[in-house]
C-alpha cells in the first residue's frame, strides 16, 4: 500500500523472525549453507514487502518461502557445484554430505530420509516449529485435513522404521509443491 | 520413548545458540537481504515488482566468503548488463547452425534396470589456506564426479578427489611455494565420498540427480526457445519451466534472459536427459545460434584438456559508482539502500528517528565469460565454464563496515562431461571411446 513505511515494516519482520528462520534452515540445510539460505528467505521478503501478510501469517509466509527456496536450491547439480566452490577456510566434506549426518540421533535420522519429502517437512514443521496442521497446511499450501493425513502416515511409518509397527504403507502425493503465499492470486 | 518424543530430541537446532538479529551474524545476513533497492523500478520494463510475472531480474550476484574466524560475512555484488542485443549473425551462429544439421541422437531411453552414466570433472574443493596473519593463497581440489541415475531419479554419485593442489593463478602458486609446498589439508577419507540415492530421497541436500526429461519439449527453435525463456532465471518461482526441466529454473548469475537461455540450453544439451531426439538436440543449437552476442573461440581446450569448438557469452558490467546511505534506528538495527543507476526515494520517511550517512560504493568493470566446448563430430557439449575478469573484486562491505572495501577472489566454475551412457547397473561405466 502506498505510503507504507516499508522498510520498517521489513525490520521488524527480521527482528521477530530471523530466529525461527535460522532454526528452520540450520534443521534442513548443510551447515556452510544456513547463512545463504536465511538470507535468500529475507531477501525475497524484502523484494516483496507488499505481499506479506500481517502477522501472525507474516511468519508462515517466510516458512514458505523458505521450504521453496530449499527445494529450488537443492534442485541442480549445478548449483550444488556453486555450494561446493563456495567453501573456503577450511577444508570440508562437499556440500553433498547430508545434514543429518551429524547428529547423533542415528536411527531416527535414517527413518526421518525414508520418509517422503512432503511428509517429512509436515513431521519437522509440526515438531521442530510446532505449527499447527492449520498453519502447516498454509505453509505447504494444501488442506489442513491433507496435513493430518501426511502426519498420520509419516508417524505411522516412523514407527515401522523404528521396530514398533513392520507393516509397510503406500504414501501416495496429496500436494503439489507450494506458492509462495499470495503469489499466486 | 515414543516417536515424538525422539522427534524432539533429534532437532539439529536444539543444542545450537541461534544467533540474535543484533549479533554480528544477524547484521551481515540484514545487510545481505536488503542489498538490492527497495521496491525498485525495472529500468528495462518500466514495471513494479510487486508483479509476480514482470517482476525485475534480480542483477546481483551474492556471494558469502567465511574470510575470518568469526564468520563475518563478506557481501560481493557484481551487476551484469545486458548482452549486446541485435547483432548481425555472427560466426558463432554459422557454426551452432552447422552443428544443428549435424546433430545425433545420443542413447537417452532407459530401461528398467538400466541407469544414465555421466562422468564429469570439476573443481570438488576450494580451500583457502592462511599462511600468516593476512596473508593467503587459495587452492583447490579437481575431481572426478561419476553419477548413475535410473529413470525414477534414483542412483548413486561416487566423487573421487585428486589431493593434488591446484591453482587458478600464478600468484596462488607462487604464495603455495613460498609456504613450503605443503599437501592440501583435506582428511585422507574425504577424498571419496559415495552417496546413494532412492527415488524417495528428493529435497534436502541429498536431492535427485538432475535428469532432464526432455520427450516433451517443442523442436520448433522459436517455440523451444520460448519454452526455455519461461519463468525466472534467479526468481523465486518454481516450476515454472515444464516438468522435467524445471530444475533448470536455478539461482542463476545471468542478469540477462539471452544469458539464461544460452545457459538452460547448454545444460539441455550436455545433459543427462532422457527422451532426446535429433530433431531437438539440432533446435538446441539453432536456439544458441540466436542468442545476442555469442562468439566463435575456434578451436578451444577445455579445462580437462579435451579439444573442440569453442563458443562463448560475455557479459559486460561498466565501472559504476553509487551510494550506500545507512540509516541507524534506536534500536540499533542498520538498513541501509545500494543506490546505483536505479534512483530510488523511499516512499515515507522513517517512522523513527535516524542518523543517516551517506558512503560512495564504487564497483569496478567487470566482465562474466561463459564459454562451452562442443565435439564437432558427436555434437556434444564436452565442457562448460564460467570465469571472472578481473579475478579479483574490491567489494564494499556496507554499512556494517562503514563503507570499506575489501578484495574478494572470484574463481572460475566449469563441469567437464568426460563420458556418459547407458550402462545396465549402477557400477558399471561404458566401453571407453564412447
Known amino acids: 500500500m502506498p505510503g507504507e513505511d516499508l522498510p520498517g515494516r521489513f525490520e521488524q519482520l527480521y527482528r521477530d523472525h530471523f530466529g525461527a528462520i535460522y532454526a528452520y534452515a540450520l534443521r534442513r540445510s548443510d551447515p556452510a549453507d544456513v547463512h545463504d539460505l536465511v538470507a535468500e528467505v529475507f531477501a525475497t521478503a524484502w523484494r516483496r514487502m507488499p505481499d506479506v501478510p500481517a502477522p501472525p501469517e507474516d511468519r508462515l509466509w517466510l516458512y514458505g518461502v523458505a521450504w521453496r527456496t530449499l527445494a529450488r536450491q537443492q534442485r541442480t547439480d549445478r548449483r550444488r557445484h556453486r555450494l561446493v566452490m563456495k567453501l573456503q577456510q577450511s577444508a570440508r566434506a562437499p556440500a553433498e554430505a547430508g545434514p543429518y549426518d551429524r547428529t547423533p540421533a542415528g536411527e531416527l535420522v535414517e527413518a526421518l530420509r525414508g520418509l517422503r519429502p512432503e511428509n517429512r517437512e509436515v513431521v519437522r514443521l509440526i515438531v521442530w516449529e510446532q505449527l499447527t496442521h492449520a498453519e502447516v497446511a498454509l505453509v505447504l499450501g494444501c488442506s489442513a485435513n491433507a496435513v493430518a493425513i501426511r502426519w498420520h502416515r509419516a508417524l505411522r511409518r516412523l514407527r515401522r522404521d523404528l521396530g514398533v509397527d513392520p507393516r509397510p504403507h503406500p504414501s501416495p502425493t496429496l500436494c503439489a509443491p507450494p506458492p509462495i503465499a499470495g503469489e499466486e492470486r | ?434
Open chain 2, 1 to 434: 520413548m515414543n516417536v515424538q518424543t525422539r522427534l524432539r530430541e533429534a532437532d539439529p537446532a536444539r543444542h545450537t545458540d541461534i544467533p540474535t538479529p543484533d549479533s554480528e551474524v544477524g547484521r551481515s545476513v540484514f545487510e545481505r537481504s536488503t542489498a538490492e533497492p527497495l521496491g525498485a523500478t525495472d529500468p528495462r520494463t518500466g514495471t513494479n515488482p510487486g508483479d509476480r510475472r514482470a517482476r525485475p531480474r534480480r542483477a546481483v550476484r551474492i556471494t558469502l566468503v567465511a574470510a575470518l574466524p568469526v564468520a563475518l560475512a563478506v557481501v560481493l555484488v557484481v551487476i551484469l548488463l545486458p548482452g549486446t542485443e541485435g547483432s548481425a549473425p555472427s560466426a558463432a551462429a554459422a557454426t551452432f547452425g552447422r552443428l544443428a544439421l549435424e546433430a545425433t541422437t545420443v542413447p537417452t531411453s532407459l530401461g528398467p534396470g538400466q541407469y544414465y552414466y555421466t562422468e564429469t570433472d570439476r573443481p570438488t574443493y576450494q580451500i583457502a589456506v592462511t599462511t600468516s596473519p593476512g596473508h593467503s593463497f587459495d587452492e583447490y581440489l579437481n575431481g572426478v564426479v561419476q553419477t548413475w541415475v535410473a529413470a525414477d531419479g534414483s542412483g548413486r554419485v561416487v566423487t573421487t578427489t585428486d589431493p593434488t593442489p591446484q591453482f587458478f593463478t600464478a600468484g596462488d602458486r607462487a604464495a603455495w611455494v613460498a609456504a613450503g609446498s605443503p599437501p592440501a589439508a583435506v582428511p585422507p577419507g574425504q577424498l571419496t565420498t559415495v552417496q546413494q540415492l532412492g527415488p524417495d530421497s528428493g529435497s534436502e541436500v541429498n536431492g535427485p540427480i538432475p535428469l532432464y526429461d526432455v520427450s516433451a519439449l517443442p523442436t520448433d527453435p522459436t517455440e523451444l526457445s520460448q519454452v526455455l525463456s519461461n519463468g525466472e532465471s534467479n526468481g523465486s518461482t518454481l516450476a515454472s519451466l515444464p516438468s522435467g526441466i524445471s530444475s533448470l529454473d536455478y539461482v542463476s548469475d545471468c542478469a540477462t534472459q539471452a544469458c539464461a537461455l544460452f545457459e538452460r540450453a547448454v545444460d539441455l544439451l550436455q545433459g543427462p536427459d532422457i527422451g532426446m531426439t535429433a530433431a531437438l538436440r539440432a533446435a538446441l543449437y539453432q536456439v544458441l545460434a540466436a542468442v545476442p552476442g555469442v562468439s566463435l573461440l575456434g578451436t578451444t581446450t577445455d579445462p580437462a584438456g579435451q579439444s573442440g569448438i569453442g563458443v562463448s557469452l560475455v557479459e559486460h558490467q561498466p565501472a559504476k559508482t553509487g551510494t550506500i546511505v545507512c540509516q541507524s534506528s534506536p534500536g540499533g538495527m542498520i538498513t541501509h539502500y545500494v543506490k546505483g543507476g536505479v534512483v530510488l526515494t523511499p516512499t515515507t520517511g522513517p517512522t523513527t528517528p535516524t542518523t543517516t550517512v551517506t558512503y560512495i560504493a564504487q564497483t569496478p568493470a567487470s566482465t562474466t565469460t561463459f564459454t562451452v566446448v562442443v565435439d564437432p563430430q558427436s555434437t556434444t557439449v564436452l565442457s562448460s565454464e564460467e570465469s571472472f575478469s578481473p579475478s579479483t573484486q574490491p567489494v564494499s562491505t556496507g554499512c556494517g563496515g562503514r563503507g570499506t572495501t575489501q578484495e574478494v577472489e572470484l574463481s572460475p566454475t566449469w563441469r567437464v562431461v568426460v563420458s556418459q551412457g547407458v550402462v545396465g547397473s549402477d557400477t558399471a561405466v561404458p566401453p571407453a571411446g564412447s
